[in-house]
């Protein structure tokens, strides 16, 4: 992770057009992988006006400007749906904010990239569930972004992260970074080492299935974890989907077992005390009644079928993303106390253990709406 300077962050706001005077900034959020600030401005009228300014992460995403034509195609493409059915284009999606050349970018002198857009108001993103009805509307969001997005031509989008959820790739990455240990830290997680070990067989079920044709490829988000959205502070309806770095082909089981994994968990990702930490049913049923709807209709029996199955897989593979990179060095998701990436670990990895023992009940539950 490369240090940023006030200096570096100033001359970045410099560069995009923004309306008004410049007057403050702050870090925001909670992302694990790009560097956010929410700038102030004011215009002559006294107005206050909010922008997001982030610095893309290019060790992460290497040819960012690939990424920022799949970002700009897929908002304005959403910008027209919303549109025509009566909604706020401003507001249901997000917006880039051109550079005063014209790029949907800025890159400075250290090669940095950086990116703006409007800052989503009088809404919220969670960093957990404070009611099922917010979840149940995150859920309605998520599925509803995947239908809008039913049509895209998916050919036209760059692969932002080449195999982000092949999860059998995934594994084998996973088995390279316990061989070569350059932290020395194997050792000492040897029973999350096992645990994945032991379930290697999880890795390998949707590229199976994606193989015999069993199930499609969809433009997914890939990333939906309630934080990549906004709530509508007053409705409390979810509004926008946000982070879409990651949308690409990808699985509709995928999209739902990521939401499932952060936000049915009753605990946060990070939490050291696992035994706050379960797969809440009621709020997997809330979910799925939630995602079905918002997908209008348009998922086949099978994916409705494997909805469990992609919340296992999704909880699965990112414990070991987590494991991975605390053997590595920390190196992918950001940390902020040491042992951070390994705690994460655990929580998804009791969570993927929870789920084998409500196994049967998910089952029934997905049933109900199939
Ligand atoms: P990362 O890839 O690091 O997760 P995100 O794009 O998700 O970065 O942004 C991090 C956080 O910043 C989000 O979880 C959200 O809280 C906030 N955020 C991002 N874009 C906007 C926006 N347009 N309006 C309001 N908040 C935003
Ligand atoms: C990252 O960008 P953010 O914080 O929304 C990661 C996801 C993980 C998630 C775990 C591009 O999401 O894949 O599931 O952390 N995004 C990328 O919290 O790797
Ligand atoms: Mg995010």
Known sequence: MRSI???????AVEQFCFEGIYQSHETFGNGHINDTFRLVFQTEKQETKRYILQRMNKDIFTKPEQLMENIVGVTSYL????AANGGDPKRETVNVIPAKDGMMYYVDAQKEYWRAFYFIEDAVSLEQVETPEDFYESAVAFGRFQRQLADYPAETLHETIPGFHDTKARFAVFREAVEKDVCQ???SVKPEIDFVIK?????????DLLAKKEIPLRVTHNDTKLNNIMMDKQTGKGICVIDLDTVMPGLAMNDFGDSIRFGASTALEDERDLTKVWCDMDLFEVYTRGFIK?????????E????????KVMTFECGMRFLTDYLQGDTYFKIHRPGQN????????KLVWDMEQKWQTMQEIVKKYE
């Open 199 to 207: 379930r290697e067989q999880i890795t390998k079920v949707f590229g």
């Open 294 to 302: 918002g997908c209008g209709g348009r998922l086949t029996r099978r």
């Open 185 to 187: 830290r194997a050792t």
């Open 5 to 11: 300077s006030k200096q570096q962050i100033l001359n």
């Open 304 to 311: 409705i079928e494997l909805l469990p199955m992609g919340a």
């Open 79 to 82: 910008k027209k749906t919303i």
């Open 342 to 349: 390994l705690d994460r670990c655990r929580t998804q990895f």
